[in-house]
């Protein structure tokens, strides 16, 4: 079964995801709630996945990626995001995140991105 660690600062956000994430036949190993937490659980877990929040406290989603690339250039990292943060999406996918999910989630869309993620 695939691994997933859930970074949002959001516990409702979290929450939310890891629901759609079991529903789809996945494990969430850990969550953390910033950038940082998200650098030691995935020391800690060695997740398959990453679900990485963009706007967050401490340390943003873009720098915690760039930061995960360095550890583990083959990370499959899936960046969520609100609505309106095209730019850094774009951003993202240009540093190798796999793909990215916009909030609130739709099921279909996550596990199109996770099936993605996984394939590449």
């Known amino acids: 079964m695939k ?3 859930i970074v949002d600062d959001s516990l409702f956000m979290r929450m939310m995801l890891k629901n759609v994430i079991q529903e789809l036949g996945y494990e969430t190993v850990a969550e953390g709630s910033n ?5 030691t659980l995935y020391e800690r877990h060695k997740p398959d996945l990453v679900t990485l ?5 401490e340390m943003d989603g873009i720098t915690a990626l760039g930061k995960l690339r360095t550890m583990d250039p083959s990370a499959k990292i899936i960046m969520v995001s609100a609505m309106g943060q095209q730019a850094l999406l774009i951003q993202a996918v240009n540093m190798g995140a796999s793909d990215f999910i916009v909030k609130p989630f739709n099921k279909e869309r996550v596990m199109e991105a996770f099936r993605k993620a996984f394939a590449g």
Request: proline share 8%; hydrophobic share 55%; net charge negative.
């Open 53 to 57: 929040d963009i706007t967050m406290p």
């Open 35 to 39: 950038g940082l937490e998200a650098l």
């Open 3 to 5: 691994k997933i660690l």
